[in-house]
């Protein structure tokens, strides 16, 4: 009996453990990431923002959520039912799924994947799926075309993010997501942080920019444009199946955060490896991370106007795609010529 | 550092890849005309390709870790899908200005189709062999349909598409069959392999799928359906290009691929081969005769022609190889120029298809009459004409090789095959005249008479020329 | 073991599962999701391989992009399932005998397989011992050495693949306007407006 408990159902209860201290951070983090959006939002536009319930509007989120889950759910007419039931469960898992490989702290990920950064990619590339699938199953106009404008929007960006993924594992030599981080602790000339975003700046900015554009952010928002296509491919769900969608945007986010401060800004790392700074555990370091992140997401929101479609192709295929293999070729140059590829 | 392969043997593919790539950057950036500065340098490209091909001509070189192989045979037969290609690319030229075709597409893709060709001809491994034949198959696809706007040219692409993918996945389904039996896929070591090994079901099943991809490929019956319409559909010079390059480059790689390693089961191939080719005579001779466009003609008649080369194949002697590369050799120049014929049918500044629209222009254009005789009367075989000794050298070969029966069929075929050459030329001749053809472009009257003037005076310069082919023939038996 | 083993029938039961339904469907758009699925667990057998590289691939590839471009035109083209099984009943006869033979084949070769003698060997010769390097990097390393010249003719194809698209689809339409940001970027308030002082009472011009 102890053999079979510390076989087999410990570890499982283990990694069920250690999936719950990955989700309840980051559903909290959801919760509180949509009153912070407003509340930014608000400062920005001179509003004050929610304010009512609980302290400061603190309790918001809640009484959100509460209100969408005491409504009805609304199957349209002609909708394909499983269809339109799996598409918010598809976007909201999936945001999900990419935390097994993202490492918070040294040793602190569920899944220490040899080739972390695929896995990334693969499940960034997968969030059309539930976008697609929601428009086509609410057999509505407005949800289709906003599908089909998210998915030859996802699909452009995503090329992109890809080819900028690819310089940034040619200079770390490793697909492994804390080995790369690791890679970035090597201090850049002695004196400025090894995070990738120094060397690799023009590429930090495509990354960002396009990771806007894969959520479907301002100023990308057209797949849910509302002033021409009401709420785009979610113009029919209503109810908890919104409220998926919802959960799935903002965690997606919080994941793209993530991805760009692993990539790009040191993981957990602190800037430099001296005393005040790593008195300041990596975790917290790694969710200071995420949250600059988030901030400027929000903070480009309240800025920027939203872009005209053939605006955002052009800008994916003919500026982002060019930029990012030139840089590619550049790196690859660099690193050949001056024989620094790492082994 | 792992060190790099030698390049050397590969030059002309290289050479070539880089100028497709090139080709398509100056169509891009050159403002005006850019088809016609497209077509001049690929041609140009072709000619460089093809001295380079001869420079590295010589003694048998693999590389690319055994992936690539040069020797005379492949020497060979680049140069004859160059020289046929670059004599499509000539015809192209005023097609394309009469035709107002802007698109300096067409000979790009025609220069990676040459290079895809190219490199299934010098293939020794069934990898290599199968990413050579993608590249050539998927730019004649685009070819096919290159005409987007014409229904008969979407038709004839889809088609193609799907029949030549169909073709294309029994060709791999063969080919992993073959790799199950023997772990490897290169040339030698299926050679190993199957030598003195006792005949199995999984390994014939899989070379017959590889022949049934191929006889596809050269459109052989049973796999001929595509080869009318996409011959129709597709435009002329393109349709010319069709019916020399890719089947010069199929029927070489099928030689390669079964006196090379698929050499000691010649009793089982030999089998599926003839039934293929036995079926394309008689059938090339026998549904041309109802054609009345002189484009579906000319499909009919290459199937027709396919067969006859296969039976030098069949043959599976060295005399047999020499017997098929003579025939291809020949093909190509009766059939570039009959496509010149048919390129400068143009009545009114259209051009016709129809067999009729040759009615009487004997008295009208002499010289066109003359040229497309010559080039009929060497298509059904008569002597002294090129197609005659064309023929009678692969069915010399057939007969000493024990083929008596296969000899007679093809001999009976091309008897009635004869039929429906003269009878072109007695519509030219004795018909009554109904319109004058406008006058030919410069390039097209050069392509109609170098080839009708080389079929004629084959009989008086074989040597030479034959040469080449006597080498090639022997370089694929030495091993 | 076990739960490898266990994994591994689950894989692939799912996958046939999958790939049934994929047949099955009645609405196209249904079929290619259950395609997706079927992908997803070919993704999952190759993980159980130790093919973690190729898995991911797979899913990048032909979940990621491909499958969704093919979603994509399912969804637009709004196919109709009766018209396309108008010619089911009478097609099936023929079908169903080039099938059977194609099957009756098939089962002669693999009851009847034998292998050649060195076949083990050669197919083992490429593959370096799993554990002292990643499937990635020994993937890379015959990839680019051993292979380059076919991996090098896969790109000709992709190219030749990419252009030929383009030249069968793109027209070039007459009539729009298109945004040249260069011009919008160049114009300068000088060149449209102009700052007149106007005296009062005298009114432009």
Request: glycine share 8%; proline share 4%.
């Amino acid at each position: 009996m102890a053999e079979l408990w510390i076989n087999y159902i410990w570890p499982v209860v283990w990694i069920v453990i250690q999936i719950l201290m990955f989700l309840v951070p980051i559903l909290i983090g959801v919760a509180y990431l949509t009153y912070a959006e407003r509340k930014i939002i608000s400062a920005m536009q001179m509003r004050i923002g929610p304010n009512v319930v609980g302290w400061f509007g603190l309790l918001q989120p809640f009484a959100d959520a509460l209100k969408l889950l005491t409504k009805e759910t609304v199957l349209p007419t002609g909708a394909s039912p499983v269809v339109f039931f799996l598409a918010p469960m598809i976007t909201f898992s999936l945001a999900m799924l990419a935390w097994a490989v993202i490492p918070v702290n040294p040793g602190w990920v569920i899944s220490d994947l040899n080739v972390g950064v695929l896995y990334l990619f693969a499940i960034s590339s997968l969030g059309v799926y539930g976008v697609v699938m929601a428009g086509w199953a609410s057999n509505s106009r407005y949800a289709f075309l906003g599908a089909m404008r998210s998915a030859a929007q996802m699909v452009s960006y995503e090329v992109s993010i890809g080819f900028i993924m690819i310089t940034v594992l040619i200079t770390a030599g490793t697909l492994n997501l804390s080995a790369l981080v690791e890679a970035q602790s090597e201090p850049l000339f002695g004196v400025l942080p090894g995070w990738y975003f120094i060397p690799h700046l023009p590429m930090f900015i495509v990354f960002f920019i396009s990771v806007l554009a894969e959520t479907n952010r301002h100023p990308f928002d057209l797949p849910e444009a509302e002033s021409e296509l009401v709420a785009g491919f979610m113009t029919e769900y209503s109810s908890m199946s919104f409220a998926l969608f919802f959960l799935g945007e903002y965690a997606n986010m919080i994941m793209m955060s993530g991805m760009v401060s692993i990539l790009f800004l040191g993981g957990w790392l602190p800037p430099y490896d001296a005393t005040p700074w790593n008195l300041i555990p990596g975790v917290i370091w790694f969710a200071a991370k995420i949250a600059f992140c988030l901030f400027v997401f929000i903070w480009v929101r309240a800025t920027f106007p939203r872009y005209r479609y053939d605006q955002l192709m052009r800008l994916g295929w003919k500026v982002f795609l060019p930029l990012s293999l030139i840089w590619l070729a550049l790196t690859a140059g660099f690193l050949v010529y001056f024989d620094k590829v790492p082994a | 550092m792992t060190a790099i392969p030698n390049l050397t043997p590969a030059y002309a593919e290289m050479f070539l890849a880089i100028a497709g790539m090139a080709l398509l950057m100056v169509g891009v950036f050159r403002k005006s005309d850019p088809i016609r500065g497209v077509t001049m340098l690929a041609i140009l490209a072709f000619a460089v390709a093809a001295v380079l091909s001869i420079s590295t001509n010589g003694a048998e070189t693999v590389t690319f870790n055994g992936l690539f192989v040069v020797n005379a045979f492949t020497g060979f037969a680049k140069l004859l899908i160059l020289l046929g290609a670059g004599l499509a690319m000539l015809l192209a030229l005023p097609w394309a200005r009469n035709e107002g075709v802007s698109r300096y597409e067409l000979p790009v893709i025609m220069v990676f189709a040459v290079l895809g060709m190219m490199m299934m001809v010098s293939a020794n491994n069934l990898l290599s062999l199968y990413v050579g034949l993608e590249l050539q198959s998927l730019a004649l696809y685009v070819l096919a349909a290159f005409n987007r706007g014409n229904l008969k040219a979407t038709e004839a692409g889809v088609k193609y598409f799907v029949l030549g993918a169909l073709a294309s996945g029994l060709l791999l389904y063969g080919s992993s069959l073959v790799y199950g039996f023997s772990g490897t896929t290169s040339f030698a070591g299926l050679a190993d392999a199957l030598t003195g090994a006792e005949s199995n079901a999984g390994v014939i099943v899989g070379i017959v799928f590889v022949i049934c991809g191929f006889a596809f490929k050269v459109s052989a019956v049973p796999f001929h359906m595509w080869t009318p319409d996409v011959y129709e559909g597709a435009p002329t010079p393109v349709t010319a290009f069709f019916s020399v390059a890719p089947k010069i480059a199929s029927l070489c790689l099928f030689l390669r691929i079964l006196v090379g390693p698929f050499e000691d089961l010649m009793d089982q191939w030999r089998q599926v081969l003839t039934v293929i080719c036995v079926a394309s005579m008689l059938w090339g001779a026998v549904a041309a005769i109802a054609q009345n466009n002189i484009k579906r003609l000319m499909a009919y008649s290459s199937i027709g022609h396919v067969g006859y080369a296969l039976i030098g194949l069949i043959a599976g002697t060295q005399e047999g190889a020499r017997g098929m590369i003579y025939y291809m050799l020949i093909y190509l120049f009766m059939n570039v120029g009959t496509f010149a014929v048919i390129l400068s049918m143009r009545v009114k500044d259209r051009y016709v298809e129809s067999i009729d629209d040759l009615s009487g222009i004997s008295k009208t254009n002499p010289a066109i009459a003359l040229a497309l005789t010559a080039l009929m009367f060497s298509m059904a075989g008569i002597p002294p004409l090129a197609g005659f000794f064309g023929k009678y050298f692969v069915f010399a070969a057939a007969v000493n090789a024990g083929l008596i029966p296969l000899a007679v069929i093809g001999v009976l075929s091309s008897v009635i095959g004869a039929y429906y050459y003269l009878r072109l030329i007695k519509i030219m001749y004795f018909d009554g005249s109904v319109e004058n053809f406008d006058r030919p472009d410069y390039s097209t009257s050069l392509v109609m008479g170098v080839c009708a003037l080389s079929v004629v005076v084959f009989i008086f310069l074989p040597e030479p020329l034959l040469a080449g082919a006597d080498a090639a023939a022997a370089a694929l038996f030495q091993g | 073991m076990i739960a490898a083993t266990l994994a591994f029938y689950l894989f692939s039961a799912l996958a046939i599962v999958g790939a049934l339904n994929v047949i099955f469907q009645r609405n196209p758009v249904h079929s290619v999701l259950w395609l997706i699925f079927t992908f997803f667990n070919a993704a999952g057998l190759f993980v159980l391989l130790g093919a973690e590289f190729v898995a991911m691939i797979l899913v990048i590839v032909y979940v990621g992009a491909v499958a969704v471009l093919f979603l994509f035109v399912v969804m637009m083209l709004d196919i109709n399932i009766t018209m396309v099984r108008e010619g089911f009943l009478k097609y099936l006869p023929v079908g169903l005998l080039v099938g059977g033979i194609l099957l009756a084949e098939l089962i002669t070769v693999f009851a009847g397989w034998v292998m050649s003698d060195s076949a083990d060997v050669l197919r083992a010769a490429p593959a370096p011992d799993p554990s002292d390097i990643g499937n990635t990097e020994a993937l890379g390393l015959i990839l680019y050495t051993d292979y380059i010249y076919v991996f090098q003719a896969a790109g000709i194809i992709l190219l030749v693949a990419m252009i030929g698209s383009i030249v069968l689809t793109h027209r070039t339409r007459a009539g729009v306007r298109k945004q040249v940001i260069g011009e919008q970027n160049a114009r300068r308030p000088s060149d449209t407006l102009e700052v007149v002082k106007v005296e009062s009472g005298k009114g432009l011009q």
